[in-house]
């Protein structure tokens, strides 16, 4: 009869193994792309949905079943989404969406979250300046719409 013992079984505390959630990630990002953008929880916080003007799309923020840390989002005519971003480097297509290529939970909030924010940057054409997100008028349409009015269009409106 053996004496060695069993080695003991890996079991983290609740809440210690992980220091944040998939939807920390997910609004963590809608922070950096800036005003009109937002994010939800998924159930359990194990994924995220970004919303953001002018999009009708919403993006959705996962680990897949390979583990990847994947950004799901359908298309619509009205994103005018570009048919083939350049992708930030560590950023991979993939069917629905992209992927942040090796990202693990050890990289760090701050660092998935903007790795997400250039991908989504990337995936929709976003450019914050092109985007009027201070006059009374553009904000009264985003009221109104949901959409800012693009810079130099308040004039008109």
Known sequence: MSTATAPAAYEPAPGTEYPFSISDIARATAQLLGPGWSAESGPWGVYGVISGHPYVADFVIEVDYEGDLTISYTGYEDDSLPESPELPEGVADRPGGVYLVEAYAG?????????????LRAVTGYDPAA????????????????RYLRAGDAESA
């Open 107 to 119: 990289d760090g909030l701050k660092a998935l979250a903007e790795r997400a924010a250039a991908a």
């Open 131 to 146: 985007w009027d997100l201070t006059s009374s008028a553009s904000c009264q349409h985003y009221i109104d719409t949901g």
